[in-house]
C-alpha cells in the first residue's frame, strides 16, 4: 500500500500555521480540529511542525509566557517528510526510526497531505483484515 492510498481514504487537507502563529491559537487550532501536530507553513513552503508534545515541554520549561509566543519558537525544523509514492511499510520504519507520530506528505515540494501513527495503523488493520478473509475463503472454497 502507498501513501497515496492513506490520503484518498482519509481526504488530503491538512491543518496548518503560519510560523508566527503564537502557541495559544495553536492550541485552539488543534482542538478545534481534533488533531494532535500541524505543519509550520511559510512562504517557502513546509518550516517546520508542531505537535501537542512539543507544547507541553515547553510549557513545562518556560512556563505560561510560551502561550503569547509564535510557534516558530517551539516548531520542529527538520521536519520527516514522504511523498505519496512512499510505501507505507517504508513510513512505519521512517516513524520508528525518528520517534515521530506526524508526517507532512510532499509531492514536488509541496504540502499535499500529512499521515499520523493512526494513519499507518488502520492501514495495517485494513490490510490483515483483507488477508483474513481471503484466507478464509481460500480454505471454505478450496
Given at each position: 500500500?502507498?501513501?497515496?492510498?492513506?490520503?484518498?481514504?482519509k481526504?488530503?487537507?491538512?491543518?496548518t500555521v503560519?510560523?508566527?502563529t503564537?502557541?495559544s491559537e495553536?492550541?485552539?487550532?488543534?482542538a478545534?480540529?481534533?488533531?494532535?501536530a500541524m505543519?509550520v507553513?511559510?512562504?517557502?513552503?513546509?518550516?517546520?511542525i508542531v505537535s501537542?508534545?512539543?507544547?507541553?515541554?515547553?510549557l513545562h520549561?518556560?512556563?505560561?509566557?510560551?502561550?503569547?509566543?509564535?510557534?516558530?519558537?517551539?516548531m520542529?525544523?527538520?521536519?520527516?517528510?514522504?511523498?505519496?509514492?512512499d510505501?507505507?511499510?517504508?513510513?512505519?520504519?521512517?516513524?520508528?526510526?525518528?520517534r515521530?507520530?506526524?508526517?507532512?506528505v510532499?509531492?514536488?515540494?509541496r504540502?499535499?497531505?500529512?499521515?499520523?501513527?493512526?494513519?499507518?495503523?488502520?492501514s495495517?488493520?485494513e490490510?490483515?483484515?483483507?488477508?483474513?478473509e481471503q484466507?478464509q475463503a481460500?480454505?471454505?472454497?478450496?
Open positions: 500500500m502507498r501513501i497515496a492510498d492513506i490520503l484518498r481514504n481526504g488530503a487537507s491538512v491543518a503560519a510560523p508566527a503564537t502557541v495553536l492550541l485552539a487550532g488543534l478545534e480540529h481534533n488533531i494532535g505543519p507553513v511559510g512562504p517557502d513552503g513546509v518550516a517546520g501537542e508534545r512539543d507544547v507541553v515541554r515547553k520549561e518556560r512556563g505560561e509566557g510560551l502561550l503569547a509566543q509564535p510557534v516558530s519558537a517551539i520542529t525544523t527538520v521536519v520527516a517528510t514522504c511523498t505519496p509514492r510505501s507505507v511499510d517504508d513510513l512505519s520504519v521512517l516513524m520508528t526510526e525518528r515521530v507520530r506526524h508526517v507532512p510532499l509531492d514536488g515540494g504540502l499535499v497531505g500529512i499521515v499520523s501513527i493512526g494513519d499507518v495503523v488502520k495495517r488493520i490490510e490483515l483484515e483483507t488477508s483474513h484466507l481460500y480454505i471454505a472454497h478450496g
